[in-house]
């Protein structure tokens, strides 16, 4: 499974920016989308999650402002993100967990996107 994120760039302090990350490979099903970030010198945390449900998960971070979601039929998970703050600036990482009808279980990550908010 590769998971391809894009939308990341530069924005000025109060701006938005859509992330996007896509699933590919063959014959998964994909159970929690994730969006993660690491900012310098910082360890990566957790900023939303999603189930195949539609069950969401907010990071207090990004409460009220961030909005994740996900088109199952298209693999692909979003990420809005609206009055950014210098303090968002980070590499965002999506990841998911994924599931075959073997059994087989993993969890992926996509190469990040970098995220720049200027003040």
């Known amino acids: 499974v590769q998971l391809q994120a894009s939308g990341g760039g530069l924005v000025q302090a109060g701006g938005s920016l859509r992330l996007s990350c896509a699933a590919s490979?063959?014959?998964?099903?994909?159970?929690?989308m994730r969006w993660h970030r690491q900012a310098p010198g910082k360890p990566r945390e957790l900023v939303a999650s999603?189930?195949?449900?539609?069950?969401?998960n907010y990071a207090n971070s990004g409460k009220g402002r961030f909005t994740i979601s996900r088109d199952n039929a298209k693999n692909t998970v979003y990420l809005q993100m609206n009055s950014l703050e210098p303090e968002d600036t980070a590499v965002y990482y999506c990841?998911?967990?994924?599931?075959?009808?073997?059994?087989?279980?993993?969890?992926?990550w996509g190469q990040g996107t970098l995220v720049t908010v200027s003040s």
């Open positions: 990841a998911a967990n994924v599931w075959w009808v073997t059994g087989k279980v993993g969890d992926f």
């Open positions: 490979g063959s014959d998964f099903r994909i159970n929690v």
């Open positions: 999603i189930t195949s449900g539609g069950r969401i």
